[in-house]
């Protein structure tokens, strides 16, 4: 299955400020996903990302707010824009679809916005 | 929205059996049964996954009823470090779509 480098791992960030997420994968892959774990609430799906495409976005996420970049089959970027603490969560990629493996999942960035 | 329902939480003695239970009753016939766990602060790590037969695996074993309409994921002989947020998840096998997680079972092995 593929291995997936997260970075930051974790960050103290102020209201009003953005955050930049990095996910890098060791193989190449179609779909890479992006999603939000609040505290003590389960994984709730932000986008789908595509190489060479817009992302594509769930409900009550827009791209304004987290804007997505997926600038070649390895690598994705998600920006958490303008934050507030409601965006205080575990930020997490995932990439997969293999029958054998499911889907693999990135470590997660755990952010604090103050 | 999630198609399962599994129970909010579990208990097991370590050592012991550990039965989860999850219902699909609105399952497709081209979808599969994904179990996912998810270790304090970790991401979801894959557990094993059908379509209708029994799998089998080094972690764990799937047992999908006849019907598909619901499973039992069960670890035979359950550790502490089996302590986690259980997630059954069903969806279609073709091409890489995306994963609908439900709230999960929080499993706690006991010593």
């Known amino acids: 299955s593929a291995v997936i480098s997260q970075k930051p791992s974790r960050d103290i960030c102020q209201r009003g400020t953005s955050l930049t997420i990095q996910c890098q994968v060791d193989s190449q892959v179609t779909m890479m996903f992006w999603y939000r774990q609040q505290p003590g609430q389960s994984l709730t799906l932000i986008a789908t990302?595509?190489?060479?495409?817009?992302?594509?976005?769930e409900s009550g996420f827009v791209i304004d707010k987290f804007p997505i970049s997926r600038p070649n089959l390895t690598f994705s970027t998600l920006t958490v824009s303008n934050m507030s603490p409601e965006d205080s969560s575990i930020y997490l990629c995932?990439?997969?679809?293999?029958?054998?493996?499911?889907?693999?999942f990135g470590s997660g960035t755990r952010l604090t916005v103050v | 929205d999630a198609k399962t329902t599994q129970p909010p939480s579990m208990d097991c003695a370590e050592g012991r059996a550990a039965n989860l239970p999850c219902n699909h009753s609105t399952i497709s016939g081209n979808e599969y049964v994904y179990w996912y766990r998810q270790i304090h602060s970790q991401g979801p790590q894959y557990i094993i996954h059908?379509?209708?037969n029994n799998e089998t695996n080094e972690m764990a074993s799937l047992i999908i009823t006849e019907d598909r309409k619901s499973s039992t994921l069960t670890l035979p002989h359950a550790t502490l470090r089996d302590t986690a947020v259980y997630y059954c998840i069903v969806r279609a096998a073709q091409g890489a779509q995306k994963l609908v997680f439900g709230q999960g079972t929080r499993l706690t092995i006991n010593p």
């Open positions: 995932s990439v997969g679809g293999d029958r054998v493996y499911g889907y693999t």
């Open positions: 059908g379509l209708k």
């Open positions: 990302a595509n190489q060479g495409s817009e992302a594509t976005y």
